[in-house]
């Protein structure tokens, strides 16, 4: 189901400020299905693992830290479109600069805080959802 699916995780300070529901429901009223939800704590290494990609950039220890530092709910979201209109609900990384109604625009509380975080492909989502989720999870 190639361009069906996105990956999505609500960050720790969201999950620590009660905005889960209120995230998930937004998420429903976007036209998008739950496919697969669980709460977890990610290590400093699982973080590591996940934001690999950024070990070079001078910002990778500190997003290690926060993105251990609490729960965070992933999920794998389904609807046509959508890895490119989930990044239209969520809204610009910078929640100064996302759109009005959109989850960063409502929930985020900084530029690193930023309550949630989508696949910018569909590739990174079906890679980022199975770092997550074992086969049998993403139904």
């Not at 693992?49 to 992933?74: N, T, W």
Request: with cysteine; charged share 25%.
């Amino acid at each position: 189901m190639a361009g069906n699916r996105t990956f999505t995780m609500i960050k720790p300070d969201a999950v620590g400020a009660n905005n889960t529901g209120a995230i998930t429901k937004m998420i429903e009223e976007a036209g998008f299905r739950i496919v697969a939800m669980k709460k977890t704590q990610l290590t400093k290494e699982r973080a590591g693992q996940f934001y690999a990609i950024h070990k070079e950039r001078p910002f990778y220890k500190d997003l290690c830290d926060y993105m251990s530092s609490g729960p965070i709910v992933p999920m794998i979201l389904e609807k046509a479109n959508a890895v490119e209109d989930f990044r239209k609900l969520i809204g610009a990384t910078d929640p100064k600069k996302a759109e009005p109604g959109t989850i960063r625009n409502l929930f985020a509380k900084s530029i690193e805080a930023n309550a949630i975080h989508g696949s910018d492909s569909d590739v990174n989502a079906d890679i980022e959802g199975s770092f997550f989720f074992a086969g049998q999870e993403k139904y």
